[in-house]
């Protein structure tokens, strides 16, 4: 069993990143976490997580002002999620800005 964890800056400004961490067995990833990072205000915020916790693929969409939701991916292997993730970050930066923030100073 190998287990990997790693940043991922996604831009020059180095405001945006991926937390990437996963665990490969056997030749297969069984275990995983990929969470987008937004540097706002001074400190880091999680705002979309793709993981394999609660034993199934899915992704928690994290709000400044409310609860997580979650998507789940039951037809989907944890390399399936994993392989369609990228580039989608930037779509949920917005609702941490502006007025509904508490992260703002």
């Not at 020059?12 to 540097?39: D, L, P, S």
Request: glycine fraction near 4%.
């Amino acid at each position: 069993m190998s287990e990997k964890e790693f940043l991922i800056y996604l831009d020059e400004a180095q405001e945006n990143r991926y937390r990437y961490w996963h665990v490969w067995e056997q030749g297969k990833i069984i275990e995983f976490r990929i969470q987008y990072e937004a540097f706002i205000s001074g400190s880091w915020h999680p705002v979309v997580r793709y993981d394999s916790a609660h034993g199934h693929p899915h992704r928690d969409d994290l709000h400044p002002n409310a609860p997580e939701t979650k998507e789940w991916f039951p037809e989907y292997r944890n390399a399936d999620v994993l392989s369609t993730y990228s580039a989608r970050y930037g779509a949920a930066r917005p609702r941490f800005s502006g007025a509904n923030c508490p992260c703002q100073v």
